[in-house]
Structure formats: structure tokens, C-alpha cells
């Protein structure tokens, strides 16, 4: 919202030693959020009136003519100029060299120079309204016509800036509408100047309410008071469609409305000066001389100004005529009711509609309106009365002629000020401080509150235009004091510790040693997916839709489903970097969800079955050595997150592993997650080409947290242990698990050096290099004891794995 | 005899000089010491001198011996001493081995930098799940009925709940302030916790704006606190994460779970409060929005709010990572892409 410090300074005299910088800030920290401070007449810098004195043919074009300008320097200005309506002696609109202009209203601005035209010196230019800003003020009749000051009766001075003549010369604050969401009361010049007056502790003018008297009444109906609670129509004779005065039009556009004529204008104007939205209707137009505020009736229409036409059912409330409805109520009227040319009386509605059938309307029908942004806030029904009586004030200024022929007021329910207690004792708490009792009575009664103190509690009664739902609770006062002092006003408090307990939370420590075990001793990067995954990654990593949980309007098509897994998500990530890097490792931390019954906080909430998965990939060329990295991951894993360990066995498939190449991973009894190469059609579906990839995927609710560091220490050999390599030679079925199995009690370490197949490896055999260290617990082995250990070694494997030494 | 013995010693003197390296030099020892060299046979030849002779060249030969010893050994350490482990030429400006390291997403980063800071003031870490219903999302937090909000043009909603109400209606969380409410009713007050993660809104993109992002909220929960000791608390963070202090501002703000709520801006680190195009000239960025635990809250989580009062802070994540690094596109977060990642170690 756009708030005119003119307009403002109608309301309230503001101390003169203040910047608008500083209103602006104070503004910022107490009220409302000021997003940028417009100072209106920057751009009309060097655009002056001139007079000219002296108008001449230009010799080389018949279009163009010849202007000696006195512009308020020492001597007259030669200025070419096309205008079709240049009149000697009569004062115009000059940019002189250094301003900027709008080429033809068109485009970005344009720097004006001194240059010739078909070879006639020009000092500047004389403008048209649509090149200097001034289209919607001084409108042109035709696109060659140059502004005309004395035609148009403007009183100005020779050398003066334009922006003063047409009162362009304003500051406009800039203010953020979602801070002023909580109060209705600021949507007006008003309301705002009330805040300054209470920040600056200078007085505020008064408002008139005061309504017609005397006159016949117009018929009003109220069908649904809730929703209507003041409904208020004057009827306006003998007026026209003309355009508004220059200071309306200037203050319109300056909140960033647009002029459309004085009948429509006077209703804006009302509305951003007290907040209070109006509506006119061409009387003639108002079938049976009556209005009947009702909810529509099913297969009623309404036709807009755009033509749309609108369904409207039984929640919607509409302002009818006796016959059929006219507009939406307190958001748009139709087309049938607008002011047309030949519109000679109006209807002027001023009334209050609550706040949530507003926002059912406009949610309904879409219709955002400068007007229901207002009621949807809550305006009370006090603010109406200012609302006529200044709408009759400019009626009777624009249109000195009309006559006001008739007006009612039906008022079925007014606001009531909202009571409120609040006690010296718990403001002194929550404040934090002790503020004397006058400044308390005081900021409440700048703000439009009534109190009373009776030594422990303040009695508060909210001003009207604060009661319809802004305040209503002793917090709500307790913010308005804070901010009236100024929360940076507060002596700071520290917090108070606390040493009796400690914080300690395994789960949330693993969590994050997972991650910090994948990046940083692992070499993983850490990826960010989102939660709604392409169909794509889903189907090719084979996971069952079936169990997936979707979104009613995801963010695309195909977004619809909600994560069940993270492999899809590994999958597009590939997809995205292989072009990139030959190899890379990614992981992700993340939770998934399933359909299923889950409440984690109560009962009567069930949701879909979460679960913290942990996914990680990498991609490469050697699909087989890739797998065994990732299996190295896992496995060191337990040891270095400090979880109870890991093991592998072969359960079930992953949907997205490769035929034979996978693993489950088990933490004590329970699988927990899978590892595997990632399978050929999943690869293909998901576009990934000339790359391999190893993944896995574990439930990290699965892992079992040690309470803290639970590295064993175990005695250093005091004796030394032998080091023996040995190449074996066994059949291609025969595992490294077997081979381990067999002869792991008879050494003190074993490690598992090479696999080899090739032309000196008979078929269906493979060569097995092992690495062991044997020992004497209490003495040196002698050469004779590690021979004989080796032949046993060498004959149990001989024995229970069929393997000859190479 | 002596004369020759001498001339073997200036000799081998010369040729330990110019021994090259200490191969060279241990053959040299060898030729000059060994069993065949001339000092040897000269030593061998003893037995034919007369006695005097033989004393005094005797003498003279061992006297060879032991100064070649201590020539060679001085040479050997010269040697050493000039010695390299490495043959030949070495380009020592060529590049370092790279160590093979991966990183972090910078949001958990600066999440853990968070965590590690609250963590210090004796805060717990929580976490909510992603999915919540209207009841938690939305009707615990005092948001209005007709809350804007609430509509499935903000908020994602799950098919087949759509239409449904309160603990029906289920959703992805629009924020983290739900799980607040969440962590009273399993650990009651007074508490002090934060509780990370991200939420999602129904946006239209672009490079400032995402559908999925991420917050970080604390709240505290006791019987007598100001809400003054909230940016007490936000300036020790800030202080703690950029390793310098930050000035902060408290400001008027609204939201539904709030009563007050305020805005706590931080001073623009790129132009320290000057005015700068990141902070759009204020000096101030809009980082944590607070306030003031709304008494309706209070009693959603079935705590008495005339005895406990407490505060929120909300941090955004994104825009203080984008801030910290220069981040100009906040959907870089979600893209996954390593030439992105890879530049946060």
C-alpha cells in the first residue's frame, strides 16, 4: 500500500525537524514494515513551465515550428516543437537539457539535449503529457498536443518545477501489505496517521461522522445482518461523468490507483483516506428504487465489467435490486449498475461486510479487490459514518450543483469495543521492566483505547476500529505497549542457564555422524532432492506406486507422488552429473513416506508411515569395483558413527538392484537396508548411459546408537606376529566367506589381498591371494612353529575348501 | 717407504674429495682400506723392514688409515648433507595431489554451525516429521479459519484429504511451528529446543523463491521470561556462527502464533549497515521473524498460559546460506548439482 505523506500531513502535524527517512524508520520498528521511501518529483527534474513569447514557422519543415521560451533564465530559449496546439504566450510543460523524458510515452526515458532540427537550433523540448508523466493528470486529446497550462487553467510560475504545478511533489511510503495482514484499521491514510500521532505524541485531527438528516429514506433490506451489519445508501443527483480535479487525480495515482472519472474517483479517494470502501451505482439502474442485501439464489449470475460471468450459489452475498443481483458484495459491482457517460444520479453505497464471507468470495470467484482486501481484515462498522460524510463533503466540492435527495442508515449490528483486562503485575513480568502508570495510560490513549486503573489492573476498552479481531486478548495489549516504546528501548536479558541436565541425544548425534562419516571420510557430497519425485526415476527404480502417497496439486503432473524410497532421487542425480564427473559419490538423508497409520503426537491424527532413510550412490566405470566401495562404506559405518554393527545377508531384492549383484544390510536380526549395483533397466529408464552405479539404502531408525564412544582397547602383541602371504587356488564356487570361515580361529589376522582369473588360472577355477598373521600369545614363534601352523592352515583349507596353494 | 706412504695418503685425500656421491665414495674406501689396497701391501711388506723401519712405517701406515677413516667419514656427511631422496629434476610448481574429500550440503552446514551453537546454551535438537495435518500446521497455531494459508494455492495438500478438516486434512508442513506444539505435548515446559527442517509451499519458482526450503526454529518455554532475552539469544547466535558479532533490530511484526511478534533484522554483512543492492539499500535484512508464544498455542500444547510464557525465533536457512556464500539462486539448493556442491568443503 502506497500511504501520501501530503495526505497524511492532513491528518496530523508532524514535528517539522523530521526526515522522511526517520518517519519511514519509526514507521518500520513500531507499525508497519516501510519498503521504500518515492519521493514523487524525482523524475520531473528539469521539467519546468516555460512561457512562449514568440512563435515562428521553422524553414525546413512544415510540421515543425519555432519557439523562443522563456523558461525563468536570463535570456529566451529557441525551442523546435511539433505540437498542434503551441499558442504564443501561453505557459507549457519544458524539459529543458538533463531531464528525462518518456519518447512518445513509450519505452525507457530519454535524456534530453541540446541538438538541432532539420538545422534550427533546439534548447529542449516541449512536452505532451504522456512524455512527462502527466497522462492520467492533464489527459492529451490528441497525441501531437503539448501540455497547456494556461488552457488548462493551471496556475503556475515561469521556471517552476512541474512536479509542484501538479502537485507531484509528494513522498510516498511504500508499505509492506503482509505486515498491515493484522490490522484493518491501517488500509486509510487515516489509520496511519493515527500511529504517527501516537509515535510523535502530536495531536490528531478529527473526522467527521456526521450523516444527512432530513431526508426521505431510501429502501434498504438487510437479509443477513452477520454478514452486513450497516448498510448505508445516498442518492446523488445531477451529477456527471467528468474528470476530477488535479489534487485527486494526483493523489490517486500516487497510491498507485488510477484516475477513471470523478464519480469512480471519489470512492477511491474515500477509500484510501479513511480506509473505508464505497460503491457507486447509476441509480437509474437500480430496478424498483430499492436494495436488498441477500445471498444469492441458486442460477443467479452475475455479469461483470469484463463481461466474466460468475455462478453464484447460496453462500454468495450479493446487493441486489428488487429484480436481480448487481455485485458482489463489498468486492465488485457488475456491469449493469457502472457508471456510464450518460450517468446523471448515483447510489452510493457505504457499508460494512465481515471479514470471512469476504474471503470466501473472493476465494470463490478468484476476485482480489482493493476493496475486499480491506473487509477481509475486519472494518467496524463505525468507520462507515466517516466514510459518507466525507464522500458528501467531496461530492459537494466537485460537483457543486448535485442534490442529495435521499439516505438511509440500516444498522442491524455495530461493532462493540473489545474489553480487556490487564494487570500492572503481568505487563511488569512480560515486559520485563516497570513502566510508570502515565506512560502505560498514555500510549493506550494515543492509540484510541479508553482505561481505567484501579491500583492493580488496567480496565481497557480497544477502540472500535481495533475490536474486530485485532485486539482481543490482554497479549494484544501488551504487544501494542511494546511497540509504542520500542522494542530496542528494552534492557537486554540474558536467559538464565540451566546445569542441572544435560543434553543428550544419541539419535540426533548419529544422525548427523552419518552424514559428517559420508562426506568426510567417505568422499560423498551431500545432495538435496525433493519430496515429490518424477514418475520417471520412480518407475525405472521398479518401486511399487501402489503404496505412495499423493499430492492433490502437486507442483507438476509428474510430481504427483510423494518419495518412497531415495533411490529415484540417486537416479536423477546421476542422470544430472554424469555428463560432468567421471566418477561421483552423492548421498542423501531424507524422509520418505508410505501410506500406512502413524500418529506421532496424537491419537485422533493418523498420517502415512515415515521413514528416516539414508541413500547413498556411486557412479563410475567398474561397476564391480564401484559395489565394493559401496559395501566398504557400510561396513565401516557401525564403527565409526559408533552404532551397533552391520552385517550383510541375501533376503530380498531391492526393486532397483541389479540381478545379482545386491546385499541386505541387517543390523542385529533385522534387515535395515539394501546395497547393490544399480540394475541395467533402471540405469537405461532413467536415461543414464555409458556409467555404472553401486547404492544403497538403509532405515537409520534401524541403527542402534552406543551411548557414547564404545572403541575397545585391546593389548598391544607382546610378542611378534608373523606375516604370511598365501595364493590359492580354489573353485569359482567357493566364497571368500568359506575361505575365512575355515581358517579364521587359527590366526590372529586375516586380510583378503587379490582375486585373479586369466590364462594361467585353469577354468572354473580362481586364484585367491590372503595375507595372515599368526602368533604365540606367550613366546616367539620359532621357524619350526610357523611351519607347522602353516601346514595346518594349508590343510584345513586344503580340507574344507578344496583349495591347492599356487 | 714414508714418502710413499705419504704420497698414498695425498692420493687418496684427492680422491675422497672428489668422491660424487657415496656409492663412489664406499668403493674409494674399499680401493684406499681394503684388503687389496696399496695400504694393505704396504702393511704387508712390514715383515722384510728392519726394526726401527718397520716401527716407524708401521706407525705412519696406521696413522693413513685412521686419517682416511675420519676423511671419509667427514666426506660421507658432506655428502649426506647435500644428498636429495629424489634423482634427477622436480617441477615443484606442479599441483599437489587433490585429496579426495566430499562435503556437506551448505544448508546442513550452516544447520550444524546452528545446532552447535544452541547446543552451547542448552538447547535440545528436535525434529517433526514432513507430513502434518491442518490440526498441527495450522489450528494449533491460532491460524484464522479462512486463513489464506490454509488454501492448497499455498499449502500441498495430500490427495484424498484435501477437503477434509483439522486432523484430517493432511499436508506437507508449510513451516516447522507445528512441531512446537508437537514437542510440548511429549516433553511439557519448560523446555528449550530447536527443531530444523524443511517445509513446503505451493509457489511458483524462481531465483529467489522455492517450493521446498528450510528453516530453523527455537523456542523457548519458562515461567518469567522477557521477550527481550530473545534477541539476546539471536545476537549470541549470530555472533557464534559468523564468528563476529552482528548488530540486530527488533521490530513491530504480525504472525497468528505470535502475541507480539516482532522482526529481527540483521545487519547487512555485505555493506555493515551501509546500503547495499543485497540488503535493497536498508542496511537491515529481514532474516528471523519471532515473537511472543501466542497464549491459544500455548494452550494447543495443554500448558496454562497465565503460568508459562515463552518465545520463537525463525531462522530462514536458505537466505542465510545465500547470504553467507553469495548465493544467487536459491534452487540451486535443490538442483543436486555438483558443480555446485562440490564448492562447499
Known amino acids: ?806 | 717407504m714414508l714418502d710413499k706412504l705419504e704420497q698414498i695418503r695425498a692420493e687418496g685425500f684427492d680422491r675422497i674429495s672428489g668422491a660424487p656421491d657415496r656409492e663412489k665414495l664406499e668403493m674409494i674406501r674399499k680401493e684406499l682400506t681394503g684388503k687389496k689396497s696399496s695400504l694393505q701391501e704396504v702393511l704387508k711388506s712390514l715383515g722384510g723392514l728392519d726394526p726401527d723401519m718397520r716401527k716407524s712405517v708401521g706407525m705412519k701406515a696406521n696413522e693413513v688409515k685412521n686419517l682416511f677413516a675420519e676423511k671419509i667419514r667427514q666426506k660421507e656427511e658432506e655428502l649426506i648433507a647435500k644428498a636429495s631422496v629424489v634423482e634427477g629434476e622436480i617441477d615443484l610448481t606442479l599441483p599437489g595431489i587433490e585429496v579426495s574429500g566430499g562435503a556437506l550440503h551448505p544448508i546442513t552446514q550452516m544447520c550444524y554451525d546452528l545446532n552447535d551453537a544452541f547446543r552451547s546454551l542448552g538447547f535440545e535438537i528436535y525434529s517433526e516429521d514432513d507430513i502434518s495435518s491442518e490440526k498441527f500446521a495450522f489450528d494449533n497455531l491460532n491460524f484464522a479459519a479462512d486463513h489464506p494459508a490454509r488454501a492448497s494455492m499455498d499449502t500441498y495438500w495430500l490427495e484424498g484429504t484435501e477437503n477434509k478438516s483439522g486432523n484430517e486434512r493432511l499436508c506437507l508442513r508449510p513451516h516447522l511451528t507445528g512441531g512446537s506444539v508437537r514437542y510440548l505435548i511429549e516433553h511439557g515446559a519448560p523446555a528449550r529446543f530447536v527443531y530444523p527442517g524443511r517445509v513446503y509451499r505451493n509457489e511458483t519458482t524462481d531465483a529467489r523463491h522455492e517450493r521446498a526450503f528450510f528453516q530453523y526454529e527455537a523456542l523457548i518455554v519458562d515461567r518469567d521470561v522477557s521477550f527481550s532475552s530473545g534477541r539476546v539469544m539471536i545476537e549470541t547466535i549470530l555472533e557464534k556462527v559468523f564468528g563476529r558479532k552482528v548488530n540486530v533490530r527488533m521490530r513491530e511484526g504480525f504472525f497468528p502464533f505470535t502475541e507480539p511478534g516482532y522482526e529481527i533484522d540483521m545487519e547487512c554483512l555485505l555493506c555493515g549497515g551501509k546500503g547495499c543492492k543485497a540488503c535493497n539499500h536498508a542496511g537491515w535484512i529481514e532474516v528471523m521473524p519471532g515473537g511472543v508464544i501466542h497464549p491459544n498455542v500455548l494452550r494447543a500444547a495443554g500448558l496454562d498460559p497465565d503460568e508459562w510464557t515463552g518465545f520463537y525465533t525463525n531462522i530462514g536457512l536458505d537466505r542465510l546460506v545465500m547470504m553467507r556464500y553469495g548465493v544467487d539462486d536459491v534452487r540451486l539448493f535443490h538442483s543436486a548439482d555438483l558443480r555446485f556442491l562440490k564448492q562447499f568443503k
Request: charged residues 30%; proline residues 5%.
Open chain 1, 1 to 806: 500500500m502506497n500511504i501520501s505523506l501530503k495526505l497524511i500531513q492532513k491528518y496530523v502535524d508532524l514535528p517539522s525537524d523530521l526526515t522522511y527517512e526517520q518517519i519511514a524508520y519509526d514507521l518500520t520498528m513500531r507499525t508497519v514494515e516501510v519498503e521504500d521511501i518515492i519521493r514523487t518529483s524525482d523524475k520531473f527534474h528539469d521539467i519546468v513551465v516555460g512561457e512562449i513569447k514568440e512563435l515562428r514557422p521553422h524553414p525546413n519543415a512544415d510540421a515543425l515550428r519555432i519557439c523562443m521560451v522563456d523558461v525563468g533564465e536570463d535570456d529566451l530559449k529557441q525551442i523546435v516543437c511539433g505540437g498542434s496546439n503551441l499558442t504564443e504566450g501561453h505557459k507549457v510543460c519544458v524539459s529543458k537539457p538533463g531531464a528525462e523524458v518518456v519518447w512518445h510515452g513509450e519505452g525507457e526515458p530519454v535524456l534530453i539535449k541540446e541538438s538541432k532540427l532539420r538545422g534550427e537550433k533546439s534548447y529542449g523540448m516541449i512536452c505532451g503529457a504522456t512524455e512527462v508523466y502527466l497522462a492520467d493528470i492533464y489527459p492529451p486529446k490528441d497525441e501531437r498536443e503539448i501540455v497547456d497550462f494556461t488552457e488548462l487553467g493551471v496556475e503556475c510560475e515561469v521556471g517552476q518545477c512541474v512536479a509542484e504545478v501538479a502537485g507531484l511533489d509528494d513522498v510516498v511510503l511504500e508499505i509492506d501489505n503482509k505486515s498491515l495482514s493484522n490490522r484493518p484499521d491501517l488500509w486509510g491514510h487515516y489509520g496511519v496517521a493515527r500511529e504517527l500521532a501516537a509515535i510523535y505524541k502530536v495531536p490528531l485531527k478529527e473526522l467527521s461522522d456526521k450523516l444527512p438528516e432530513g431526508l426521505p429514506a431510501y429502501e434498504v433490506q438487510i437479509d443477513e445482518p452477520e454478514r452486513c451489519p450497516r448498510y448505508t445508501a445516498t442518492l446523488i443527483e445531477n451529477v456527471y461523468v467528468k474528470e476530477s480535479p488535479a489534487w485527486m487525480k494526483t493523489l490517486i495515482t500516487n497510491c498507485g490507483l488510477r484516475p477513471i472519472n470523478a464519480l469512480v474517483d471519489i470512492t477511491n479517494y474515500v477509500m484510501v483516506a479513511v480506509g473505508q470502501p464505497s460503491h457507486a451505482f447509476d441509480s437509474h439502474h437500480v430496478e424498483g428504487n430499492k436494495i436488498i442485501v441477500r445471498n444469492a439464489k441458486p442460477g443467479e449470475k452475475l455479469v461483470l465489467l469484463d463481461d466474466k460471468e460468475l455462478d453464484l450459489n447460496e453462500h454468495t452475498l450479493m446487493i441486489c435490486d428488487s429484480v436481480e443481483p448487481m455485485g458482489l458484495a463489498g468486492i465488485k459491482g457488475g456491469k449493469k449498475d457502472s457508471i456510464l457517460p450518460e450517468t446523471t444520479s448515483v447510489l452510493l453505497e457505504v457499508a460494512d461486510f465481515t471479514a470471512p464471507g469476504i474471503r470466501r468470495t473472493e476465494r470463490e470467484f478468484d476476485e482480489k479487490t482493493d476493496s475486499g482486501m480491506r473487509y477481509e481484515k475486519g472494518v467496524d462498522t463505525q468507520r462507515v459514518a466517516l466514510g459518507v460524510s466525507l464522500s458528501i463533503d467531496l461530492f459537494r466540492e466537485i460537483y457543486p450543483e448535485c442534490r442529495i435527495t435521499a439516505f438511509t442508515d440500516c444498522y442491524p449490528i455495530s461493532t462493540e469495543k473489545a474489553v480487556i483486562d490487564i494487570t500492572q503485575e503481568f505487563l511488569d513480568r512480560r515486559l520485563g521492566e516497570v513502566l510508570p502508570q502515565s506512560e502505560i495510560e498514555d500510549i493506550l490513549l494515543r492509540l484510541g483505547y479508553e482505561v481505567e486503573f484501579d491500583g492493580e489492573t488496567y480496565h481497557c476498552k480497544a477502540p472500535t476500529w481495533r475490536s474486530t479481531g485485532d485486539v482481543s486478548i490482554h497479549d494484544d495489549i501488551l504487544g501494542d505497549i511494546a511497540r509504542l516504546i520500542g522494542y530496542e528501548y528494552f534492557k537486554k536479558q540474558p536467559l538464565k542457564v540451566n546445569f542441572e541436565h544435560s543434553v543428550n541425544q544419541v539419535k540426533a548425534d548419529l544422525a548427523r555422524k552419518l552424514r559428517e562419516y559420508l562426506a568426510f571420510r567417505c568422499g560423498f557430497n551431500e545432495i538435496f532432492t525433493y519430496p515429490w519425485i518424477d514418475e520417471r526415476f520412480i518407475k525405472a527404480a521398479k518401486i511399487d506406486l501402489e503404496k505412495s502417497v499423493r499430492l492433490a496439486t502437486p507442483p507438476a503432473p509428474e510430481l504427483v507422488y510423494l518419495r518412497s524410497s531415495l533411490i529415484p532421487g540417486m537416479l536423477e542425480a546421476i542422470d544430472k552429473n554424469y555428463r560432468y564427473f567421471d566418477e561421483f559419490s552423492i548421498f542423501e538423508a531424507a524422509q520418505v513416506f508410505e501410506k500406512g497409520e502413524y500418529s506421532p503426537s496424537s491419537e485422533e491424527e493418523v498420517l502415512p508411515v515415515h521413514r528416516n532413510l539414508l541413500a547413498g550412490a556411486i557412479a563410475g566405470k567398474d561397476a564391480k569395483k564401484l559395489f565394493f566401495m559401496v559395501k566398504g562404506v557400510i561396513e565401516g559405518l557401525a564403527g565409526y558413527c559408533h552404532c551397533e554393527p552391520l552385517d550383510f545377508v541375501q533376503k530380498e531384492k531391492p526393486s532397483w538392484a541389479d540381478e545379482k549383484v545386491w546385499l541386505n544390510i541387517r543390523s542385529g536380526k533385522k534387515v535395515i537396508g539394501s546395497i547393490g549395483l544399480v540394475s541395467v533397466s533402471a540405469l537405461a529408464e532413467s536415461g543414464i548411459k555409458m556409467i555404472s552405479a553401486a547404492a544403497f539404502e538403509l532405515d537409520t531408525d534401524g541403527l542402534t546408537p552406543y551411548p557414547s564412544r564404545t572403541n575397545e582397547f585391546k593389548s598391544l602383541p607382546q610378542y611378534p606376529l608373523v606375516e604370511q602371504d598365501l595364493s590359492l587356488l580354489v573353485d569359482e564356487v567357493i566364497t571368500w566367506e568359506q575361505i575365512r570361515e575355515a581358517i579364521k580361529f587359527m590366526v590372529k589376522e586375516l586380510r583378503f589381498v587379490e582375486e585373479y582369473r586369466g590364462k594361467q588360472i585353469p577354468a572354473g577355477k580362481k586364484s585367491v591371494m590372503l595375507s595372515i598373521k599368526i602368533g604365540n600369545d606367550d613366546s616367539t614363534m620359532t621357524s619350526k612353529q610357523i611351519d607347522k601352523k602353516m601346514a595346518g592352515i594349508i590343510k584345513v583349507l586344503s580340507k574344507k575348501c578344496n583349495a591347492e596353494l599356487r
